[in-house]
């Protein structure tokens, strides 16, 4: 079952539960099911929302499109977890069924407050000409996990000076007050953020927009997202419409982040540095984060874009999360690191150490489908070295250091089943030195690469043949040395 996407408004109680079931058998069937990633039991997943701790137990909610692999009808879904690597699905959290979201319901963020959790977030509605008109809206969770919406928007109509492409709430609290960023585009079609602001979180008041110096970025801001870390503040978003500069902005729509002072609230003004892209890979949209008890920032973002098909939508799904981040700051730069939580999936350690010249090399225990690899080259006086893994005769992934371009590259040329190649088959960019540590959490249809510590990050979808499981080490034009350690994920 496959509903065409003229019908993609259609409500999941309109379909009967033997076209749901046919769906999810068909799903369940897909080699590209993944194995530790967060993933829907059907159709299409997008925008990670609400990301929170709440009554002991991390909740994150997700953009939902249960009927098929396009974006349709929009749910919140729910799932939660007491580890941040063994999620639990609770169910749909948020239905389109009001005035206010009959369209869908559409991203937004969360808060605790006096006991209970406040879901923000944007209603979307067409009118008979299909014309968008968004609202403001609010949910209550109480502790026993029930979710009672407020039976009318808290904002009904979009600012005077923007579009009806106003959306995205994210929610935090300073002092007594509740504020909110919110992703907008200006009448005159390019991209901004507005600032919202309550004391009851029932109530809004449009404070105005945030003075940037981006003021030409691109035709639309999604998914905006600011908080503090060490006496700074920091701005994540995800612009569309920016043109490729060099190795940057290649993707379709982007996503990153500017830092500097912060937030002037009074001012509305937010004086800051050049923006920096979040991720150098492929498949890396709409982060969203959220501080735990700990006093960690956590980032999660929806590995894939819009507007881009998948392999797996031929099974009726499509799209995943990332791995949760813990962010740090260094010098003016977001660090992104893979919680240590994750570790408690590693299983049947191997190790490698060896001297590579001019050879592409495979080592016994180092092979597979799901796992963690980290390893470490020290350059020699190799023009390239690197990693293939997910490969098999005819396929490969590359992650690999070119010494010449001084450059880290990921390759999905050959990586299976072609995505997006309009938009190319290579991610780059330049980086320090020429020895370097790649962590790499491969699953059956991703990857995501830690270089040097979370110094950057790459993150794609593959979709290779399930025969393609060799992992090897490589050096051309010279020799490289490296050591390797892997875990299996199963």
């Known amino acids: 079952m496959a509903l065409p996407r003229g019908k993609s408004y259609i409500r999941l109680d309109q379909v009967s539960q033997e076209d749901i079931d046919n769906l999810i058998i068909r799903v369940n069937s897909c080699t590209w099911r993944q194995t530790f990633h967060i993933q829907p039991v059907s159709g299409l997943l997008n925008d990670p929302n609400g990301f929170c701790f709440y009554n002991g137990e991390y909740h994150l909610y997700y953009q939902w499109h249960p009927l098929g692999p396009f974006h349709g ?14 999620w639990t699905n609770v169910g749909i959290a948020i239905k389109p069924d009001e005035y206010f979201d009959s369209h869908g319901a559409y991203s937004g963020s969360a808060v605790e407050h006096n006991g209970n959790l406040y879901l923000l977030y944007t209603g979307n509605t067409r009118d008979e000409n299909l014309v968008r ?23 009904n109509k979009v600012p005077e000076g923007y579009t009806e492409h106003f959306r995205d709430p994210k929610l935090w609290k300073a002092d007594d007050k509740f504020y909110a960023v919110i992703g907008a585009q200006r009448t005159d079609k390019t991209g901004g953020v507005c600032l919202l602001s309550s004391s009851d979180l029932l109530e809004w008041k449009f404070e105005g927009e945030l003075a940037t110096n981006l003021e030409h ?29 060099g190795d940057l902005y290649q993707n379709i729509y982007q996503a990153g982040y500017v830092v500097g002072e912060k937030l002037d609230l009074q001012r509305r003004e937010l004086i800051h ?67 240590p939580e994750l570790q408690s999936l590693r299983k049947n350690k191997v190790e490698a150490a060896d001297i590579i010249r001019d050879e592409n090399k495979m080592v016994d225990g180092f092979s597979g489908v799901t796992y963690e690899l980290v390893c470490e080259f020290e350059q020699g006086d190799a023009l390239e070295y690197g990693i293939e893994f997910r490969a098999g005769a005819e396929e490969k992934t590359v992650i690999k250091y070119d010494a010449i371009q001084k450059k880290i590259i990921l390759d999905r040329t050959l990586s299976g089943k072609v995505i997006g190649s309009t938009y190319g088959t290579e991610r780059k960019c330049r980086i320090a030195g020429d020895s370097h540590k790649f962590q790499l959490f491969v699953d059956s249809s991703s990857v995501e690469i830690f270089v040097d510590d979370g110094e950057e990050t790459f993150t794609a979808r593959i979709f290779p043949d399930i025969r393609s499981q060799e992992i090897r080490f490589y050096a051309m034009g010279g020799s490289a040395e490296f050591k390797a350690v892997k875990w299996d994920y199963l």
């Open 217 to 245: 970025f691109g035709f639309m801001w999604e998914c905006p997202d600011y908080f503090e870390m060490d006496d700074k503040g920091i701005l994540i978003f995800s612009p569309q419409g920016l043109e490729p500069v």
């Open 133 to 155: 008109h968004p609202y403001l809206c609010i949910a209550v969770m109480d502790e026993d996990g029930n979710i009672i919406k407020s039976k009318k928007s808290v904002l």
């Open 273 to 339: 540095g050049d923006f920096i892209e979040l991720d150098r890979g492929f498949d890396f949209y709409a982060p969203h984060t959220m501080k735990d008890p700990g006093g960690r920032r956590l980032m999660v973002a929806w590995m894939g874009l819009p507007e881009i098909e998948y392999p797996s939508d031929i099974n009726g799904w499509a799209n995943c999360l990332t791995i949760m981040r813990e962010l740090s700051l260094r010098d003016g730069k977001l660090i992104q690191k893979p919680v």
């Open 73 to 86: 009808l929009k749910y919140w879904y729910h799932t939660k977890s007491t580890d941040l690597v063994n």
